[in-house]
């Protein structure tokens, strides 16, 4: 992927969420008494996580590390997307999901495990394809868009629709040993998904686990990067992942931060309006 650097200024803070005044219970507080320990976390940031309401699109080899641990962090409210059903070639990374799971639906799989972890969490559960046409309407009301789909039409849908809302998109992508993620916030100022990859870039659909092949661990370390990316943004704690990509080679072991230019001809700075993006 080519991609432009830009030199960054500073690193970026990402925006409060709303402060409601939500009170940890006796059971939360023993829970989370390791967050709660944290300097940068502490009660405030844990009570971040528990007003937080975040989409995820994919409940795959990234996803379920992600879905995990959001869950595990106390995120309050996640929205789970995903059209497919739970197959045994899945389980090999799909950790999410349990063996008697096959042939269900991967939404209906995913809230059972998420409960179990976590009573306390609320989950909405959407079994059918993101697409252009209901992107907004599934991710509207949401504070954090985490992309852990596996082809370029849910991605484009899900980007655009996240830019239009002014949301936080934490994108994720892995294909053999290697890894990406990023967090994409035009509202901020920092590039979109669409500034790396305009409309008329040739896609490879094939370009997937299923097709390349991929060592379950490595999914792992992706999608937990994802989470970790997406906790601290929803706590406040600044990332140098918001304006950049983090590429990984997990065979080789070798982590690189890669700063992100905006394209200035991108939709969401169309209009003058650096955090706006064009529905159509």
Same mark, same amino acid.
């Given at each position: 992927? /080519?991609?432009?650097?830009?030199?960054?200024?500073?690193?970026?803070?990402?925006?409060?969420?709303?402060?409601? &005044?939500?009170?940890?219970?006796? #059971?939360?507080? #023993?829970?989370?008494?390791?967050?709660?320990?944290?300097? #940068?976390?502490?009660?405030?940031?844990?009570?971040?996580?528990?007003?937080?309401?975040?989409?995820?699109?994919?409940?795959?080899?990234?996803?379920?590390p992600a879905a995990l641990y959001l869950a595990a962090a106390g995120v309050?409210?996640?929205?789970? %997307?995903?059209?497919?059903?739970?197959?045994?070639?899945?389980?090999?990374?799909?950790?999410?999901?349990?063996? /008697?799971? &096959?042939?269900?639906?991967?939404? &209906?799989?995913?809230?059972?495990?998420?409960?179990?972890?976590?009573?306390?969490?609320? %989950?909405?559960?959407?079994?059918?394809?993101?697409?252009?046409?209901?992107?907004?309407?599934?991710?509207?009301?949401?504070?954090?868009?985490?992309?852990?789909? /596996?082809?370029?039409?849910?991605?484009?849908?899900?980007?655009?629709?996240?830019?239009?809302?002014?949301?936080?998109?934490?994108?994720?992508?892995?294909?053999?040993?290697?890894?990406?993620?990023?967090?994409?916030?035009?509202?901020?100022?920092?590039?979109?998904?669409?500034?790396?990859?305009? @409309?008329?870039?040739?896609?490879? #659909?094939?370009?997937?686990?299923?097709?390349?092949? %991929?060592?379950?661990?490595?999914?792992?370390?992706?999608?937990? %990067?994802?989470?970790?990316?997406?906790?601290?943004?929803? @706590?406040?704690?600044?990332?140098?992942?918001?304006?950049?990509?983090?590429?990984?080679?997990?065979?080789?072991?070798?982590?690189?931060?890669?700063?992100?230019?905006?394209?200035?001809?991108?939709?969401?700075?169309?209009?003058? /309006?650096?955090?706006?993006?064009?529905?159509?």
């Amino acid at each position: 992927m /080519d991609v432009a650097p830009v030199r960054l200024q500073r690193q970026l803070r990402p925006p409060l969420i709303p402060t409601t &005044a939500m009170t940890l219970t006796q #059971e939360e507080t #023993e829970r989370y008494a390791r967050h709660l320990s944290l300097p #940068e976390l502490g009660e405030q940031g844990q009570q971040k996580l528990k007003r937080a309401h975040v989409a995820l699109t994919g409940l795959g080899g990234l996803g379920s590390p992600a879905a995990l641990y959001l869950a595990a962090a106390g995120v309050g409210r996640l929205t789970l %997307i995903d059209p497919d059903e739970v197959c045994l070639s899945n389980l090999q990374r799909q950790i999410l999901h349990a063996t /008697d799971a &096959a042939g269900t639906a991967k939404t &209906a799989s995913a809230a059972r495990r998420l409960y179990a972890l976590n009573p306390s969490v609320h %989950i909405n559960t959407v079994h059918r394809r993101l697409t252009p046409d209901n992107a907004v309407s599934l991710l509207e009301g949401c504070d954090l868009v985490l992309d852990a789909s /596996d082809n370029y039409a849910a991605r484009f849908a899900m980007a655009d629709a996240a830019c239009a809302l002014r949301l936080p998109l934490v994108h994720g992508a892995v294909k053999g040993f290697i890894g990406q993620v990023a967090v994409f916030a035009p509202h901020q100022g920092t590039a979109c998904y669409r500034c790396l990859f305009p @409309a008329d870039t040739p896609m490879q #659909e094939k370009d997937t686990a299923s097709a390349a092949g %991929i060592l379950g661990a490595h999914a792992g370390i992706i999608g937990c %990067i994802q989470a970790m990316e997406a906790l601290k943004y929803l @706590a406040g704690i600044p990332s140098p992942l918001v304006g950049a990509m983090l590429s990984a080679d997990t065979r080789r072991m070798r982590f690189t931060t890669i700063p992100l230019a905006a394209n200035p001809a991108c939709r969401c700075r169309k209009n003058g /309006d650096r955090g706006a993006a064009m529905k159509n």
